[in-house]
């Protein structure tokens, strides 16, 4: 559900024009609320998309009951709620979940969690993820609740308006200490899952900052500007310098069972309320551990 209260600048406009060019809802989205169960409200009164809102009038959209993924069911997984409202969820995901279901990883997810939480807590959507994180990273994870929210933060997303940066443990001493590494990245010719450099692939582009450096390793602090599958991952390794337990590209993995990656901060404009919000989360234990060998 998301309410306004109409003021001047407002007065006399319809609802259509109102949702569509004020608040940025999609045709899709306001055909769903018409035809799939939601309402559109006026001071708690049903209303059509043609009504003229006026002064003072309180304007309330409730979403229709969303369908879930055919994979997706509510299961007991534990899950870290940094931040939750109506439109969005904001998570503290660990290391060796995967963040939704997939052939490989169709139970235990943070998506199968989030379904159990919202059954518990009668919230009639599904999980919508912004900011999906590997199997073996840990962070910050954004969750839209609903369509709506999640068409405004993709739409930011694709502005490049959705922050995160990152800290990571790479093998090795860099000789540059800050820079910005702009490879294109693609799907590796006979893999599902691997991705390589390759100027055939997508624009992607990673900004990062050696913040300290240790006997064979380094920790480095990074922003993304895009958001490819694997994208710091196979930067640094494209490097010569993989992220360490990341075996996948080139890591090794004697001193950590998963590659060393972090996202420690992420920041977006909310969806609803346009307020600039911004979470921030410690480096955990086993990356700690290692930074003190």
């Given amino acids: 559900m998301v309410e306004w209260m109409i003021t001047k600048t407002y007065d006399g406009i319809l609802i259509r024009d109102f949702l569509r060019k004020e608040q940025d809802f999609s045709k899709r989205i306001l055909k ?42 509510p299961e007991n997984v534990p899950i870290d709620i940094v931040y939750e409202d109506e439109a969005v969820l904001v998570i503290q995901k660990q290391a060796g979940v995967a963040t939704i279901p997939s052939p490989h990883h169709r139970v235990g997810t943070i998506a199968n969690g989030v379904l159990a939480h919202y059954q518990k807590h009668d919230v009639p959507y599904t999980v919508h993820v912004v900011t999906r994180l590997d199997r073996d990273t840990s962070g910050l994870l954004l969750i839209a609740k609903h369509r709506y929210s999640h068409s405004i933060l993709s739409d930011s997303q694709k502005q490049g308006l959705v922050k995160r940066s990152y800290f990571a443990i790479v093998e090795g001493i ?25 100027a055939e692939g997508q624009r992607a582009i990673t900004h990062y900052t050696v913040k300290k ?52 901060q992420l920041t977006f404009e909310h969806p609803t309320t346009k307020e600039c919000m911004t979470f921030t989360s410690a480096i955990p234990e086993d990356m700690h551990r290692l930074m003190n060998l």
């Avoid at 694997?230 to 993995?253: C, E, M, N, T, W």
Wanted: charged fraction near 30%; include cysteine; proline fraction near 3%.
């Fill in 32 to 73: 769903a609320i018409i035809h799939d169960g939601g309402q559109i409200l006026v001071n708690d009164a049903p209303k059509t998309v043609r009504y003229q809102l006026q002064l003072g009038d309180r304007l309330t959209v409730r979403f229709p009951k969303e369908q879930k993924g055919i994979n997706m069911v």
């Fill in 213 to 264: 450096e240790y006997k064979s390793h380094s920790l480095v602090e990074i922003e993304l500007e895009t958001g490819r599958t694997h994208q710091i991952r196979v930067h640094f390794s494209h490097a010569g310098h993989p992220l360490a337990g990341d075996d996948l590209y080139g890591g090794r993995k004697t001193e950590l069972n998963r590659q060393a990656l972090h996202c420690s």
């Fill in 174 to 198: 860099m000789d540059r200490k800050k820079g910005t590494m702009k490879w294109n990245i693609g799907r590796k010719e006979g893999s599902i899952i691997e991705r390589v450099v390759s």
